[in-house]
């Protein structure tokens, strides 16, 4: 039997690679996205209404107290993977990916906003840590929107922005079964990301394109997420988060070993101090 802790392993090796298929798509970051959720919400409510037909009514039954918070919820996290596809797309995913981590110490700040949380000295610190990592990452070429690097590094801080979001209204929405959580916030990230879609881009897909969305609809979205989620109830949450680290640091591998993206000293040194801080942050808790 696989233990917890070997799944949350396998389900953050998973989704380290996501920016390999990102790259490999042929799609936009908000094309990417809009797919992304539009399956995996179809995927997952698929499965569960082929288990009980009446799934659906006793999932919109549990969230409906909070709808406006799990849409909110569903919004964020759809603009979070627009940001980061983007940035992927944009910048090498080594950079991508690190400046997306500084997602943990982006969440201490708007905790003391959001959840009252008090914030000390020493967590001051790490936060003055993480952005200077994100500094040395930043500012290594040209600062300018002119340069697609410069322009990857700005969607991969927003995506830290928003993925931050989405674990704050995560803590207000804890009382709300997982499965019915997940596909609800798919299902309102995509019906958020329909219209900017159809909008900016049309809803034209070739089927290679599609095929490798399908991909990371089912592998990276259902089925990393639902290993993760059962690994949760055997593995205590700080082992998780500190364990959720393997996530950008096999995305570095990754891109490295497939793409040939060898990330540069001041990419490594920015990236060191962003995890170290939110690392040690993790155990000050």
């Known amino acids: 039997m696989i233990s917890g802790r070997v799944k949350i392993i396998v389900s953050m090796a998973i989704w380290g690679s996501v920016g390999i298929f990102a790259r490999y798509s042929n799609l936009n970051g908000l094309k990417l996205a809009f797919y992304r959720v539009l399956l995996g919400s179809f995927i997952f409510l698929f499965f569960y209404t082929l288990n009980d037909s009446r799934w659906i009514k006793k999932a919109f039954s549990k969230i409906k107290p909070k709808v406006h918070l799990v849409f909110l919820l569903g919004a964020v996290l759809g603009l979070n993977w627009v940001f980061f596809f983007s940035a992927v797309l944009y910048t090498d995913i080594a950079k991508a990916t690190l400046i997306y981590y500084l997602a943990p110490v982006i969440v201490v700040i708007l905790s003391t906003t959001f959840l009252k949380e008090e914030i000390t000295i020493e967590r001051v610190a790490l936060i003055l840590i993480a952005f200077l990592g994100a500094f040395i990452i930043g500012t290594q070429g040209e600062i300018s929107l002119k340069s697609k690097d410069f322009l990857g590094i700005i969607f991969a801080f927003l995506g830290a922005l928003f993925y931050a979001g989405v674990t704050i209204l995560g803590r207000y929405l804890r009382d709300i079964e997982s499965s019915y959580l997940t596909f609800f916030q798919l299902f309102f990230a995509m019906l958020v990301l329909f219209p900017l879609v159809g909008f900016f881009d049309g809803l034209k897909v070739s089927t290679y394109s599609l095929s490798v969305v399908g991909i990371i609809a089912i592998v990276h979205t259902a089925y990393a997420l639902l290993i ?58």
């Open 228 to 285: 993760y989620m059962d690994g949760l109830k055997e593995v205590e949450a700080n082992e998780a988060a500190l364990l959720s680290y393997i996530d950008p640091l096999s995305a570095v591998v990754y891109a490295l070993l497939i793409l040939g993206e060898v990330p540069t000293a001041r990419t490594i040194i920015g990236g060191t101090l962003i995890l170290m801080a939110s690392i040690l942050d993790l155990k000050m808790r």
